[in-house]
């Protein structure tokens, strides 16, 4: 029995054996070169050529590697204050906004209760007395 060798529909050949010039790992190696330029460049920011620890995050302004630690505030490499509400991790950016206060919208349910309480206590008390 022969491995198939039959162009696919698509004109692909099936991948097996010796690696040929239509595997593509070498039908693509001269594509995406300004992603490849990026991420050979990030390989270069300060904390990253040393290699990072296992979760960290980096600095916006100079790619730099900062060791994650909630009280970091300012990067250790280029001195660029932090924002605690904006993270860079490697391919991807977190923004964490923490919710608003519910307050403004509990405050007349919040004056009603108490007038409420205030005026059934000022009942009681002139009933009392
Ligand atoms: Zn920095």
Known sequence: MSAPTEPRPDGSRPSWGN?????????????????LAYYRERSHAPGVREGGEERNFYCMECDGVIPYDPATRACPHCGATL????????????????????LRALLPL???????????????IAWLA
């Open 19 to 35: 690696i040929s010039d239509a595997h593509w790992s070498r039908a693509r190696k001269d594509s995406n070169q300004e992603a």
């Open 83 to 102: 924002d605690a509400k904006a993270r860079r991790y490697f391919n991807w950016v977190e923004i964490n906004e923490p919710a608003e206060s519910d």
């Open 110 to 124: 919040l004056l009603g209760g108490a007038l409420v309480l205030a005026t059934a206590l000022v009942a009681l």
